[in-house]
């Protein structure tokens, strides 16, 4: 069975690091912060609500899908993330794109699981 396909696409930490492998063996082997905590103090709150929302929904759909699901995180200031951002038709952020057709804007985990549920998973 393939994984399912989620592609999420919003302005990350401009400090939130470059191999999130790398980054996530440091954090566990305590030699900083965690990689979505690093910088988030420079933001404002609100923004660093969301954004810690948005990284703990990541963690959730990992821990409870695991193999299942391919999480793939697009920052529409980059090349890729923009050019995602006009094929998706994605004006608001975060946006949920799963397998390439269904979309979920928000933070809406409850729908985000229908549409997963509705994928397969």
């Given at each position: 069975?393939?994984?399912?396909?989620?592609?999420?696409?919003?302005?990350?930490?401009?400090?939130?690091?470059?191999?999130l492998?790398?980054e996530?063996?440091?954090?566990?082997?305590?030699?900083?912060?965690?990689?979505?905590?690093?910088?988030?103090?420079?933001?404002?709150?609100?923004?660093?609500?969301?954004?810690?929302?948005?990284?703990?929904?990541?963690?959730?759909?990992?821990?409870?899908?695991?193999?299942?699901?391919?999480?793939?995180?697009?920052?529409?200031?980059?090349?890729?993330?923009?050019?995602?951002?006009?094929?998706?038709?994605?004006?608001?952020?975060?946006?949920?794109?799963?397998?390439?057709?269904?979309?979920?804007?928000?933070?809406?985990?409850?729908?985000?699981?229908?549409?997963?549920?509705?994928?397969?998973?």
């Amino acid at each position: 069975m393939q994984p399912v396909r989620v592609e999420v696409i919003s302005p990350l930490p401009e400090g939130w690091g470059v191999c999130l492998t790398c980054e996530a063996m440091m954090a566990r082997a305590n030699l900083g912060k965690v990689p979505y905590a690093r910088g988030l103090e420079e933001y404002p709150p609100d923004w660093q609500e969301d954004f810690q929302r948005l990284s703990d929904l990541f963690l959730e759909l990992a821990a409870r899908h695991g193999e299942n699901i391919l999480i793939r995180i697009w920052d529409p200031r980059s090349l890729q993330g923009m050019f995602k951002s006009i094929r998706y038709g994605v004006r608001r952020y975060p946006t949920f794109v799963v397998n390439g057709h269904e979309k979920v804007t928000g933070l809406d985990a409850a729908l985000l699981e229908q549409v997963l549920r509705s994928q397969g998973l």
